[in-house]
């Protein structure tokens, strides 16, 4: 049995932060679970996903974040729990059907989680997703701890069902990807089945319609402050009169400090859990009790911006201060020192930063870049279109996946990326507006998520541009999760169709269409050179499987190689393909035999043929 399925009220669980929220949600009787993976939320999604496989929940993997949130929100609206779950971009993706779904409302609780990502440890920006709250007009909350991750779901489930509204979870990285003790509390039996009762003069949004359904979502609002105000996530501590507002982690941070900097009887502390909206009486009557305040947030100062508003409200003339070059800053993750340095810069407190360790004897660090796995088929489809298109001056529109890394040298195969799917479009716009060779590139699981109507663009008004769709047969990057193109039987799961991405291609009217198989060198380079000339639209398949994937699946691994006495040092295969499994010693180049997948692609494009298979363990363990 999953452990997350473990029915023992009051047991106490070392789990992630992104499991508490699965159980926690578990705990509150989710009956419906859809999601499109992205880090830092894809375990809440994995662990949704395995429990599915021993409970009545329904989970999916929908094919991107709008269709996730469509089906969550049509599950809600037939009266069942549901939960929508993706990273803090997926929601402009989901948008859409958001912002209307406000207007709408639901029938079942609904939690819509948006995973922000201060720092970008995986994503292309750290976006504040808590102004989704105040433009859609829902409310949000969002947890400071694991085990409160976990409590909250619940809450927010009944705040959504007392509302009949979608409410905004956010976390952040930080609370993703802690663990953390958590007690366990009793699991509430799914409704797993519920009925849609048309009515559609308030379901269906036609002007006439969404006018009177506006006027309902501002009363949701006031009904919603209310709930702000009274909510348990909402509370002061201390009794001081200097004043710290905090969110998120920054509450842990700021309570840090407190202690540490030795000022809890000057301190007034006012944590807000229910973010939208900001609980105005609260916040009010906080800032009455206090000489100056600091607020501390992560991101955008949306918090700060509120907080001087009620200020100027009730006339009051404190200091609050929060964003600023001399105190916090808009950008990445903040840490307990530095929280703990402002603290005492803001209110004049005498603090001297301890010492920081002499390291001047301590050897640099080696870096080490992200890279493409020993043997990715990316990287040899990389090497073969940079061959195939020799001498032409090229821009690389890519997309976002494991072969971004694509962007290091020596593939150098990246120069413009945007969002989800964006390699075709912009695709599209460099082919307008250069007289460049445009060849784009595009993953199996993006192809699916939003490159489909730029290739349709793309036919429609007769574009000149090569799209590689490179499909290693999983969503990759973000930890092995299905797409449509995966056969899911490799999961060993029945019940599901598979999509061919070469049929889709095909009935688009795609004039110029390929497979390749990247590991043989030679003649994909060929189908691109073709591709490449193609005067038009063209699009190549790179068909693989994702090497991590295949040896997860126990699916047969070709005898590593080594370098023979042939070896002239050319380094064409270090300097061309750089794979990781090569290493150097002196001059010599080697291969770690325990890296090397034997894909073969070095062996071909060595000049002296001296790459070749290990034939024996002992040679093996020599090379």
């Known amino acids: 049995m999953h452990k997350l399925l473990t029915e023992n009220p009051g047991q106490k669980m070392l789990l992630l932060g992104n499991e508490a929220i699965a159980r926690g949600a578990i705990e509150a009787g989710v009956a419906v679970a859809s999601t499109y993976p992205g880090t830092p939320s894809s375990e809440i999604s994995l662990q949704l996903f395995q429990t599915s496989q021993e409970s009545d929940l329904y989970f999916e993997y929908s094919t991107n974040e709008k269709v996730a949130m469509e089906v969550a929100a049509a599950a809600a609206n037939s009266g069942v729990r549901s939960m929508c779950v993706m990273k803090h971009v997926g929601v402009n993706v989901a948008a859409d059907a958001l912002m209307t779904l406000a207007y709408v409302g639901v029938k079942g609780g609904m939690i819509v989680l948006t995973a922000d990502d201060p720092y970008m440890f995986s994503s292309q920006n750290e976006q504040d997703n808590r102004f989704y709250a105040k433009l859609s007009g829902l409310p949000m909350v969002e947890p400071s701890s694991v085990e409160e991750a976990k409590e909250m779901v619940g809450y927010a489930f009944e705040i959504s069902e007392k509302l009949q509204e979608p409410v905004l979870f956010r976390t952040t990285t930080r609370i993703n990807h802690s663990s953390a003790i958590v007690t366990l509390g009793e699991i509430k039996a799914p409704k797993t089945k519920g009925d849609f009762v048309k009515d559609p003069f308030n379901l269906v949004t036609i002007p006439a319609v969404s006018r009177k359904l506006h006027v309902k979502l501002l009363e949701n609002i006031e009904k919603?402050?209310?709930?702000?105000?009274?909510?348990?996530?909402?509370?002061?501590?201390?009794?001081?009169?200097?004043?710290?507002?905090?969110?998120?982690?920054?509450?842990?941070?700021?309570?840090?400090?407190?202690k540490e900097l030795d000022i809890a009887d000057k301190v007034r502390l006012l944590r807000v859990g229910f973010s939208y909206p900001m609980p105005e009486k609260i916040i009010?009557?906080?800032?009455?009790?206090?000489?100056?305040?600091l607020v501390i947030e992560e991101g955008e100062p949306y918090m700060e911006e509120k907080v001087k508003a009620f200020a100027q409200e009730e006339g009051l003339t404190l200091p609050i201060r929060g964003k600023a070059k001399d105190l916090f800053t808009r950008l990445y993750e903040f840490d307990p020192a530095q929280v703990r340095e402002n603290i005492a810069r803001f209110f004049g407190i005498p603090y001297t930063p301890a010492a920081k360790p002499d390291i001047s004897d301590v050897p640099e660090v080696p870096q080490r870049p992200p890279n493409l796995c020993a043997g990715c088929s990316h990287r040899a489809t990389y090497y073969a279109v940079k061959k195939a298109a020799e001498g032409l001056d090229t821009i690389y529109p890519t997309d976002i996946g494991c072969y971004t890394l694509g962007v290091l040298p020596p593939l150098s195969t990246a120069d413009f990326l945007l969002c989800?799917?964006?390699?075709?479009?912009?695709?599209c716009g460099f082919s307008i507006a250069t007289d460049k060779k445009v060849i784009s590139f595009i993953g199996d699981s993006t192809f699916f998520h939003s490159g489909i109507p730029g290739l349709i663009n793309a036919v429609f008004n007769n574009h000149n541009f090569t799209l590689i769709i490179l499909d290693n047969s999983i969503t990759a990057m973000t930890g092995h999760q299905p797409n449509p193109g995966v056969d899911m039987k490799d999961f060993n799961l029945t019940g599901y169709g598979r999509v061919s991405i070469e049929n889709v291609v095909r009935a688009i009217g795609v004039p110029h269409v390929a497979v390749i198989k990247p590991y043989r060198v030679n003649k994909s380079i060929e189908a691109l050179k073709e591709a490449i000339d193609f005067k038009g639209v063209s699009v190549i398949i790179s068909k693989e499987a994702c090497t991590l994937y295949a040896q997860s699946l126990k699916k047969t691994r070709g005898k590593p190689f080594y370098i023979s006495e042939k070896c002239k040092n050319h380094r064409d295969c270090v300097n061309e393909l750089a794979c990781p499994a090569f290493y150097t010693e002196g001059e010599k180049v080697y291969i770690n035999a325990d890296l090397c997948t034997g894909c073969a692609v070095c062996a071909q494009i060595c000049p002296e043929k001296a790459i070749v298979p290990v034939r024996s363990k002992e040679k093996a363990s020599s090379s």
């Open 284 to 293: 009010k009557d906080f800032l009455k009790a206090c000489e100056k305040v």
């Open 420 to 427: 989800m799917g964006s390699s075709v479009g912009t695709g």
């Open 224 to 258: 919603a402050e209310e709930f702000s105000e009274a909510s348990q996530y909402n509370f002061i501590n201390g009794n001081g009169n200097w004043g710290l507002v905090c969110n998120g982690v920054s509450y842990n941070y700021a309570s840090d400090a407190v």
